[in-house]
């Protein structure tokens, strides 16, 4: 056993040690296990919102973009940093609507905001497709780090059984306590390795920051700015504007604002997290750092710049620390992914087939959701084909076509009801699948636009349609019955 | 709209439309391209207008 390999498991027991042990002199019941009681204090809740963000993209993803793409990956920091503004007015309005309504689960929200057992499923269904291939990516993340950084000592077909089963042991001990817990060791130590190996790698292989983008721009002139076409201004002002309101509509994420003890931990948190998402330009720099000391990564292994670079820069001891990083950037978001998951699976998808089952009950079927969960997840990342990695890249896009429904709750006047935001759910969602599955683009759509239309997210258009359908319907519902429409409007039940 | 919300509209305004000024290479600032100084310098301005914004509404008095 190498020394990096020695580190990672240490630190693997440590987090499981932490995570176990939250959970001692709490009384577990549902709400406790999946909300954290609702009594987080705001540092937690900062931990849990912003460092939540923190993913194994972090290390591999965004240094992986800066390294393949140049300037367009801090659209990154960019949408962060505009959902955090949001969250100054949407996480308040969230959080004090669940913790009227007891609401556990993203679906719950919507069902009871709405009046409408129906949309609860819907968004049920809309949380599971986006949410398990999330967790899938998390695993191989997991694997992908713990093979590179172990000298691949250990297989990340077991480095996945090892951590999936870490994380089901002590997601199901302790449920969000646990996640709590090894969330603030997790950041302090991710933040520690990225800004180290942000400030180090340029240092170290081209004298500074100065001289690395001097050498840069010398060597791929423009590189470090956005493209004239391609992934240009137009894609990034699209693509920000869609990501910031899409970022708080990830179920996790979503049902992480229910652990705030106080609506006031959201405002004061607005202001810190931007600086945060900062961190995330650490990891772009040692990307950067990568492009002339790595050359020639293509396609996928772009996300692998970070590791590569720093195996050949570091000591083993070092590299044992990056990984030990790397996995905890796989297993925490991850166990946070677990625990909404299988929250919304007893919640929303097995109470209505079992009414009248208790809240025991159901606390016992999600934490054999988080088993279940954790299995397929594990078994779609070591079997899993292709046909995941497109549904990936579109998480984002499904989760957004939530906006508008939420957008309606939290508006002052609502301007939506129960099948107004069916109608827009199914048409955004159905217009996501014809481009994933269908290659729909917007050069297809619109052939003799000019190239800066070509470049939009094409998620604008699904927006746009879902809002359209959502507005439609509505109308025409209301039309059609004024009396039945008051009832089903928003905050009817409020 | 109060003073404290059209503050807030300010990080998307310099977001979205600040970019078809700031997206370029050249001049580098201290020994950053002018891109991603420019964002650096957006972050931090976002989180001081989201601290002025904490400070102005009235709901966080106590």
Known sequence: ?494 | MKLHHWLATLPFLLALAGVLFANRVQPFVLGLPFFLAWIIGWVLLTSLVMWLVYRLDPANRP
């Open chain 1, 1 to 494: 056993m190498n020394s990096a390999l020695l580190i990672i498991l240490l630190t693997l027991g440590f987090i499981l040690y932490l995570g176990v042990r939250a959970r001692r002199g709490i009384q577990m019941d549902f709400e406790q296990w999946s909300v954290g009681g609702r009594g987080f204090s705001g540092l937690l809740v900062f931990v849990l919102i912003a460092g939540e963000l923190y993913t194994t993209f972090t290390l591999l993803g965004a240094s992986g973009f800066a390294y393949g793409n140049g300037g367009p990956a801090l659209y990154v920091i960019v949408y962060t940093c505009l959902a955090f503004v949001l969250s100054y007015w949407l996480l308040p309005a969230i959080w004090r609507f669940a913790k009227q309504h007891g609401v556990l689960t993203q679906p719950e929200f919507f069902a009871k905001a709405y009046g409408s057992p129906a949309l609860g499923l819907i968004v049920a269904a809309v949380a599971l497709v986006a949410l398990v291939p999330y967790l899938v990516l998390q695993f191989k993340g997991l694997g992908i780090i713990v093979e590179l950084t172990s000298y691949g000592s250990l297989s990340p077909v077991a480095a996945i059984w090892i951590g999936g089963i870490a994380m089901a042991v002590y997601v199901n001990l302790s449920g969000m306590h646990g996640s709590a817990a090894t969330a603030v060791v997790k950041d302090a130590l991710v933040l520690a390795v990225c800004v180290f190996l942000g400030l180090y790698l340029p240092i170290h292989h081209h004298g500074g920051l100065g001289d690395m983008f001097a050498r840069i721009e010398s060597a791929h002139p423009g590189f470090l700015a956005l493209p004239a076409t391609g992934k240009s201004e137009a894609w990034f002002i699209s693509t920000v504007a869609l990501s910031a309101l899409g970022m708080y509509l990830w179920p996790h994420a979503f049902s992480a604002t229910f652990t705030a003890k106080e609506e006031r931990s959201f405002r004061r948190n607005a202001a810190v997290m931007p600086l945060y998402a900062l961190v995330m330009l650490f990891s772009m720099l040692a990307g950067f750092a990568a492009v002339l000391e790595v050359p020639g990564l293509k396609g996928g292994q772009i996300d692998l710049a970070l590791l590569t670079l720093s195996i050949r820069t570091f000591d083993p001891w070092v590299v044992g620390v990056i990984g030990a990083a790397g996995m905890l950037t796989a297993l925490v978001p991850g166990s946070i992914m677990l625990i909404s998951a299988s929250t919304l699976l007893a919640r929303d998808l097995y109470r209505p087939l079992r009414p009248g089952s208790g809240d025991m009950h159901l606390a016992r079927v999600s934490r054999v959701g988080t088993l279940l969960l954790m299995l397929v997840a594990v078994a779609l990342t070591i079997f899993g084909g292709s046909s995941i990695v497109s549904l990936l890249l579109t998480g984002f896009s499904i989760v957004t076509q939530l906006a508008p429904a939420l957008w309606s709750v939290v508006a002052r006047r609502p301007f939506a009801n129960a099948h107004g935001v069916m109608a827009g759910i199914l048409v955004g969602e159905a217009f996501v699948a014809a481009t994933v599955f269908g290659g729909l683009t917007l050069a297809k759509l619109l052939p003799g636009a000019p190239s800066w239309v070509h470049d939009l997210n094409i998620g604008i258009v699904g927006l746009g349609l879902n809002v359209a359908a959502m507005l439609l319907v509505t109308a025409l519902s209301r039309w059609r019955s004024p009396a039945g429409a008051s009832a089903l409007s928003p905050r009817a039940d409020a």
